[in-house]
């Protein structure tokens, strides 16, 4: 009798059925990588990651075309040092760090004759070269900071407060040279924080070579009284909103203007993490 065959099924044996699979597999594997090297170099794949990329560059590509149209002097204060401060919490101290040196652009910002690049970029420099962790920041880094920015001038700070007496020493380097062009201080008790600022504020300027203030501009910020209470909320305001921490920003910028409703710089930080 003839052996009759079965023309749909075959019987192999288990080992080679593994085989079998196996090679199949490494075919579809081998496919499939050749249609995603080829999606991937494909003109459409690479316009896209052209355009992607120049997306991306855009904002450091129009802030530097826009501070090379602006030709007046450009100047950068890195956040305070403190120097070994007695009488208050860490975290006041950690604030006034950020809060004095937004006072001082604040100020200098009264100026025009200068362009006075905002904390925020400032800020966003210092934490990304790792300056917070370090402690105080020698010129020839300021400098480099400085011109990171493209700014002629960079403040660096440093404050003292020993229950109460207050101190506040500055140095102005030039980004070019890296050299200290002036050094200034002011010693008063801590209920006039704002005045030994705005001191500063006006000794910088001069050292600096910008023109003085018009007179009308002058009597206007002399007038200005911020009390050493709401100037420390509106510090800690800054801590806790570049710490992320927005709702807490938002209550010390709001216990600032609840002490002083004047107060321009804290009502610009509560629009500014409301609106973010």
């Not at 003109?43 to 991306?56: F, N, S």
């Not at 905002?118 to 790792?130: G, S, T």
């Not at 009390?227 to 709702?247: F, M, N």
Request: net charge positive.
């Amino acid at each position: 009798m003839r052996e009759r065959k079965n023309s749909c099924c075959f019987i192999t044996s288990p080992s080679m059925v593994t085989k079998q699979w196996m090679a199949w597999w490494r075919r579809r594997g081998s496919s499939r990588r050749r249609v995603a090297v080829r999606s991937r170099s494909s003109p459409v794949a690479m316009r896209a990651r052209a355009v992607l990329t120049a997306l991306c560059l855009m904002p450091v590509l129009l802030g530097a075309q826009q501070r090379d149209q602006d030709t007046r002097p450009g100047i950068a204060v890195l956040p305070f040092n403190n120097g070994g401060s007695y009488g208050q919490g860490k975290e006041d101290f950690d604030a006034l760090e950020r809060g004095i040196a937004g006072m001082m652009i604040s100020e200098l910002s009264q100026n025009p004759a200068a362009r006075v690049v905002e904390r925020q970029e400032v800020q966003r420099l210092v934490d990304e070269q790792n300056l917070g962790t370090q402690g105080r920041v020698d010129p020839r880094t300021a400098s480099k900071v400085g011109k990171l920015v493209g700014a002629r001038y960079v403040v660096l700070g440093t404050f003292i407060d020993f229950y109460g007496d207050f101190r506040v020493d500055v140095r102005l380097v030039n980004t070019e040279t890296g050299e200290i062009v002036k050094t200034e201080s002011e010693r008063m008790q801590r209920d006039h924080m704002f005045d030994i600022i705005r001191n500063i504020a006006s000794r910088l300027m001069k050292d600096a070579n910008l023109p003085a203030l018009q007179r009308q501009a002058s009597d206007q910020r002399m007038e200005r009284q911020i009390p050493t209470e709401a100037l420390t909320y509106y510090s800690r305001g800054l801590l806790y909103q570049d710490r992320g921490q927005k709702d807490k920003a938002a209550e010390m910028f709001t216990h600032a203007l609840s002490i002083f409703p004047q107060y321009a710089e804290a009502q610009d930080g509560l629009q500014r993490v409301k609106s973010s």
